[in-house]
DNA sequence: CCCGGCCTTACGTTTACCTTAATTTTAAGG
DNA sequence: CCTTAAAATTAAGGTAAACGTAAGGCCGGG
């Protein structure tokens, strides 16, 4: 399974004992992968061969600071950083954030606290539609509407209400629109017991969802199915 | 257009002047709805019937604490929620973001600061899709396009999908494309087992894809033969 | 020329998935 | 607490896509 302690961190300061203090914390916290830079150069260069996930950057570092090696990385990506200083003047927190860090932590800090800082950014990028789909989120698939709040499918036939098990399927399967999901996954955001004896149950359902939003369930536009991979919901056609 | 300052906010503090600080700062800022509660009991009500999309709680509260009101909403919804406190032990921060805060800001804060934080929470968890620049991950071969999340193949000719084998050989080729992957490797990583009888399987399958992502399958461009070696995955034609 | 490595095609088999229906569980109302 | 309907879960038979197998052909190197 995956979780956000897959993602990849990369962290940048200068000395040496909070590279490893820094490693010490995050491998106790879950994270498997650390990579480290102790320059701006190194730091750009493992940023774009390794491309993670996340980083942390020192404010002072020797051959530049962290202000402008964060706004150069910004360019390239919007994953989650968050700067790590020494510095608690106001004006360099709100520059940092300005430059859309995402958190601005002061030497000296808590173990505990940036971890928890850490993984509730995590959270958020990675997993982000949990955090709640905005107000009138619809799924327009063709002539059929999915309104998830209400849990109603509008077809031209009429109306008809999802069912628990059915809503649970295609919000999974909304989130990874376009992209393969496996049966095992979307068991687990169906079902609370990851242990679940029939995986037909899980067809079954599919089948009384397609009678539901698709024209004809056997013939699925929208609900599709993987051969030895799993589910995939067609992209929107927009028209 | 949508943006986050669409958002609906809910202000939680039993202090009158903060409450019309805060709402000062956020509609300076540009948030147009602002609700706000004194106690537990109307954050609770206000909660349950606005749905708002992130809340500000205080810590102290006349009939309670923030941090019980915090989790009891935690368990409803999964909106951006930030604590404002007075109380700066470490213990308190530990135990706020411990309980899913977003974050946890200390009185007396800078205006500017609470705006930067909350936008930037707000901008992770309503605009996530930008969030994850890693864009689509494809493969480009000349007028072959591979995209491995969905397992689509698109030619000139239409859409194909990779079926799992075939996906699974090609993402290895991709892993080392440009690189020699010996006919074993190619095995191991395409089937579970490590025994296999016939590496003449591999060579149908190798066939299999050829016929998805070359315009001549006989005539191979991109997937290539090297004799007594493997296969080869010939590097992107940028073009 | 011959041999080994690779290609190609056809065909039989497997397995993942579909479908229907019966059974069990859950929820709602009296 | 019982009744009833809706939903979820089993179960079993059917089907076709995906896979494996094998046999014959090609082609380059020795």
Chains 1, 2 share one sequence.
């Not at 510095?87 to 520059?95: S, V």
């Not at 709640?132 to 499918?153: D, H, M, R, W, Y």
């Not at 109306?159 to 059915?166: D, G, P, V, Y």
């Not at 079902?191 to 969802?209: A, F, K, P, Q, S």
Request: aromatic residues 6%; proline residues 4%; charged residues 25%.
């Amino acid at each position: 399974m995956k979780t956000i302690f897959d993602a990849k961190l990369l962290v940048v300061d200068d000395e040496p004992e909070i590279i490893i203090l820094l490693n010490t914390i995050l491998h106790q916290a879950g994270f498997a992968r650390v990579l480290s830079a102790e320059n701006c150069q190194q730091a750009r260069a493992l940023f774009a061969l390794e491309k993670p996930d996340g980083a942390i950057l020192d404010v002072t570092l020797p051959d530049g600071d962290g202000f402008s090696l964060m706004q150069e990385l910004r360019q390239q990506s919007n994953v989650p950083m968050l700067f790590l200083s020494a510095r608690d003047e106001d004006e360099n927190r709100l520059l940092g954030l300005g430059l859309g860090a995402d958190d601005y932590i002061t030497k000296p800090f808590l173990p505990r606290e940036l971890v928890l800082r850490l993984n509730g950014i995590l959270r958020r990028v990675y997993q982000p539609r949990q955090a709640q789909p905005t107000a009138e989120e619809c799924l327009v698939l063709g002539t059929v509407t999915v309104n998830f709040k209400s849990g109603i499918v509008k077809t031209d036939a009429g109306e008809k209400n999802l069912t628990a098990k059915e809503h649970a399927l295609l919000k999974k399967l909304w989130e990874n629109q376009g992209h393969i999901v496996t049966a095992d996954s979307l068991c687990r955001s169906a079902w609370d017991d990851d242990l679940y004896g029939y995986e037909n149950t899980l067809m079954v359902h599919i089948r009384r969802l397609r009678e539901k939003i698709e024209v004809d369930p056997s013939q699925p536009q929208y609900l599709l199915t993987v051969r030895g991979m799993g589910y995939k919901l067609a992209k929107e056609t927009k028209q």
